[in-house]
């Protein structure tokens, strides 16, 4: 039952689902991903977080990270990387 419910579970988060699934914005998943606090895997062009780094992080980290207004050409999969 366990392999069952383990492969359903995507491996891979978007930026978007991983910061819906720790209530903050974007911006912040962004900004924690510049500054070296979420690793990130890229595939054909998507930046990817992956979902056992959802264990390692606490909320209250991600919620110190200030949110970015404007970020860099190549942050979070926008411009060219």
Do not use: F
């Amino acid at each position: 039952m366990t392999n069952a419910i383990s492969s359903q579970v995507p491996r891979l988060l978007s930026i978007a689902e991983v910061a819906w699934l720790l209530g903050v914005d974007n911006s912040r998943v962004c900004r924690a991903i510049r500054l070296g606090m979420v690793p990130v895997v890229r595939r054909r062009g998507r930046v990817l977080v992956p979902a056992h780094v959802l264990g390692h992080l606490a909320v209250g980290e991600l919620s110190e990270v200030g949110p970015c207004t404007e970020p860099p050409a190549g942050a979070c999969g926008r411009g060219g990387a």
